[in-house]
């Protein structure tokens, strides 16, 4: 059953048409309706590539939400091989919002770091709905040491909301965490590359979108804030997160004419969340170039790339 | 409407209630109500006599009465691209930007002087509360890098005072880009060797103490404070947990681990003087005001360290002793 976003509501009734219609051909074998049902696939889908075609910011915040997503776990079983999970900040716990460990790139072994929003309610609520808690953010700081210290590739998934805002979480110093970790990221002698696959919402990305290279699925957003909480402080209403989106300019598109992201992961017709394994393909040869991109180079030489790229980010405007 | 609401009530209520207060001359303070005398308060320091609430402090004032003599150079500041997003809410954030210069006469939300604190040579950063709640945005960025690179070529400390809600929505991604670019500043200093001390004023949140304000080597805080990651409206509407008393105030992080000290305005600066001073390996600072007797040969240091300035130049150093710390 495919969940329908607000502004697929015409293609959802064109699609319930051709179902009722193989339905009926299903009981009725001699009713003529394959041609008919044919006409309307043809329709949806050209309804579907204009829709994708011309998303405005808001709508991209809602695909780049979708449930349907792949999410990190979906990325990590179909990239890698040897996938060997690591946990805990060896403080406090374990934060399951934050999936990462060991694994094989292409056979070579890599660090992969990636925020988990679960795809059920069981899972969902293992995982806090992608929202990390400081220790989450403390796993990932070991694991970059682990990988800086055995030479091994940093490989990073972007998708959350944002960090936890919870009373513990705060007690036990989420800002520290977050801090340090992008302190890390800026640290580290290896390759980093980084992928926003759905939602990089502020603070809670940045802690580990901080990379060599960063590319975005073409509908996931990347943000200071969500479109609501701008909308609720700016425009004293929340209700105008449409304005608030486009005013954001927090799409892949924006991002990469300002110089914050390196690359465009294109979404096949439909986006990521109606075809899950072509897209995590398309994925997989980004991250593959962007470290092929970073090979041979020193690590003293990575890290001032590094530091060079954000301290030199700024110098374009959109308008 | 007619006259009497129009006209009569208007007169009545500028009679009886006199809301605005010239602010040359009084202000109500935020906490407790008190009245106080606009002289008194400044040279209080913006602190309350009564109930000794720290209000917000313009950087200027604060560098006068941090710095020696009140004397400071303030270091420039690269210009950053203006309004990159053509952002518009409400407002335009050009307009926005045009109110917070009228109002504050400061060009952004943070200023960088040098000087000397106790004669030892030190680069400060004040980020403003005033100028658009302080927030962080590329101007705040370039500030915090012009700070560094300054400390780093005089070789001394970096003493910065943060004051913000957080990043600066106008300038969407690029506001959030000055986490990482903040924390290359930072970097910087740590690689020289040199110490970065944070002073976290009220309220200090979001994206500004998920980056430099919490990466300090040593971090001190203003008397009640707000410190925190999401705000307690934020996290009240989202886990509707009732929060305890003081939360995520300066002591409540001290309490917590989060911070080394919770310091008085008044106090603020001795204790910087002598933090510095030690992490730089200077020699004790000489207290008062008058030249050490000529006979009375100090305790022989180890290494004579290079000073600034003589003793006898040494301003009238408070006598009072210093508070328990916390």
Same mark, same amino acid.
């Given at each position: ?319 | ?171 969407? &991604?690029?506001? +959030? *880009?000055?986490? @990482? ?9 740590? #690689? $020289?060797?040199? =110490? ?79 933090? &510095?001073?030690? +992490? *730089?390996?200077? @020699? ?9 007797? #000529? $006979?009375?040969? =100090? ?28």
């Amino acid at each position: 059953m495919q969940n329908y976003l607000d502004f697929e509501k015409g293609l959802a009734e064109i699609e319930g048409k051709a179902e009722e219609l193989r339905a009926l051909s299903r009981k009725n074998p001699d009713a003529p309706v394959e041609k008919e049902a044919a006409a309307l696939d043809q329709k949806a889908h050209d309804l579907l590539r204009d829709l994708y075609a011309n998303l405005d910011a808001w709508r991209k915040c809602q695909v780049a939400r979708h449930p349907d997503r792949p999410h990190t776990a979906d990325y990590i079983r179909a990239l890698f091989t040897e996938y060997m999970p690591l946990a805990g900040d060896r403080n406090f716990a374990e934060d399951r919002a934050v999936l990462g460990g060991l694994a094989r790139f292409d056979d070579r072994p890599v660090v992969v770091i990636g925020h988990e929003k679960g795809n059920d309610t069981r899972s969902r609520i293992e995982h806090n709905f992608g929202m990390a808690r400081p220790e989450g953010y403390r796993k990932a700081v070991r694991l970059m040491d682990l990988a800086d210290r055995f030479r091994l590739p940093v490989i990073s998934l972007i998708d959350t909301t944002g960090a936890y805002p919870g009373k513990g979480a705060e007690e036990r110093g989420q800002s520290e965490a977050i801090a340090r970790s992008t302190e890390k990221c800026l640290a580290i002698g290896v390759p980093f590359v980084s992928v926003v696959i759905g939602e990089g919402g502020s603070g809670g990305a940045v802690a580990f979108a901080t990379a060599d290279r960063l590319a975005m699925l073409e509908h996931s957003v990347y943000s200071v804030i969500s479109p609501e909480g701008c909308a609720s402080i700016l425009w004293k209403n929340a209700e105008k997160m449409k304005e608030a989106a486009a005013a954001l300019r927090l799409t892949a598109q924006d991002l990469l004419k300002l110089g914050v992201i390196d690359r465009v992961i294109p979404e096949p017709v439909g986006g990521a969340q109606r075809h899950p394994d072509e897209t995590i393909s398309r994925v997989r040869e980004a991250i593959a170039s962007m470290l092929a991109e970073l090979s041979g180079m020193a690590p003293e030489a990575l890290r001032s790339a590094r530091r060079r790229k954000f301290l030199d980010m700024g110098s374009k405007s959109l308008v | 409407m007619n006259w009497i609401s129009n006209y009569v009530k208007p007169t009545i209520n500028s009679l009886f209630s006199r809301r605005e207060v010239p602010e040359n001359l009084w202000r109500k303070c935020d906490e407790c109500g008190t009245m106080l005398f606009h002289r008194e308060l400044t040279d209080a320091l913006m602190v309350c006599p009564s109930c000794q609430h720290h209000m917000a402090i313009s950087p200027r004032a604060r560098f006068e009465a941090l710095f020696d003599g009140g004397a400071f150079v303030t270091v420039p500041v690269p210009e950053p691209l203006a309004d990159p997003l053509g952002f518009r809410d409400q407002k335009r954030y050009g307009e926005r930007m045009r109110e917070a210069r009228r109002k504050t006469g400061e060009h952004e939300a943070m200023l960088v002087g040098e000087g000397t604190i106790g004669q030892a040579e030190v680069v400060c950063a004040a980020q403003d509360f005033s100028f658009m709640g302080g927030s962080m945005g590329m101007a705040v960025g370039n500030a915090i890098i012009a700070a560094a690179e300054r400390a780093v070529a005089k070789h001394c400390p970096l003493i910065l005072f943060a004051a913000a809600g957080g990043a600066r929505m106008q300038e969407g &991604i690029l506001s +959030l *880009m000055q986490m @990482p670019r903040t924390t290359v500043a930072v970097q910087m200093l740590r #690689e $020289a060797g040199l =110490p970065y001390i944070t002073v976290l004023t009220h309220p200090t949140t979001g994206g500004v103490t998920a980056s430099y304000a919490m990466l300090g080597d040593v971090q001190i805080a203003e008397p009640n404070a707000l410190i925190c990651f999401a705000g307690p409206r934020v996290i009240a509407q989202t886990i509707r947990e009732t929060l305890p008393e003081g939360f995520q105030r300066a002591e409540y992080l001290l309490d917590h681990g989060m911070l080394d000290m919770v310091v008085h305005r008044r106090d603020m600066r001795d204790e910087l003087a002598t933090l &510095i001073r030690m +992490l *730089m390996s200077l @020699p004790p600072r000489s207290h008062g005001d008058l030249p050490a007797p #000529e $006979a009375a040969a =100090p305790a022989p240091l180890p290494e004579p360290a290079p000073e600034p300035a003589p003793a006898a130049k040494a301003p009238a150093a408070k006598a009072e002793a210093q508070p328990p710390r916390g």
